[in-house]
């Protein structure tokens, strides 16, 4: 198992920027793939970016709506995974989760989630 935790939420003014952490402990070593979701009041979660590794190369995939603006990036030795937020729009305010693909093995495909950690982009 893997426990994941949010953090970085809060305020922050249109056009801001804004660094979101998620901080992953337990068998971290399954994880294969990691990504970042939102989710706005009234509307389904929506994944917006995804980080994913084949031996030594990190692979990085947006949703169109935060390409060029977003980056996500990961620290494998200590196990945090990070979501830069530049040139931030209102339409960005969603609680943000972040979630992790585990392989315990090859006949195994597990997810995490974190609890999530609230956005707020004022005009």
């Known amino acids: 198992q893997v426990q994941l935790v949010e953090s970085g939420g809060g305020l922050v003014q249109a056009g801001g920027s804004l660094r979101l952490s998620c901080a992953a402990s337990?068998?971290?070593?399954?994880?294969?793939?990691m990504g970042w979701y939102r989710q706005a009041p009234g509307k389904e979660r929506e994944l917006i970016a995804r980080i994913s590794s084949s031996d030594t190369t990190n692979y990085a995939d947006y949703a169109a709506s935060v390409k060029g603006r977003f980056t996500i990036s990961r620290n494998n030795a200590e196990n945090i995974l990070y979501l830069q937020m530049n040139n931030v729009k209102p339409e960005d305010t969603a609680v943000y989760y972040c979630?992790?693909?585990?392989?315990?093995?090859?006949?195994?495909?597990?997810?995490?989630w974190g609890q999530g950690t609230l956005v707020t982009v004022s005009s």
């Open positions: 337990g068998s971290s070593f399954h994880i294969s793939a």
């Open positions: 979630n992790a693909e585990l392989r315990p093995s090859i006949e195994e495909y597990l997810e995490a």
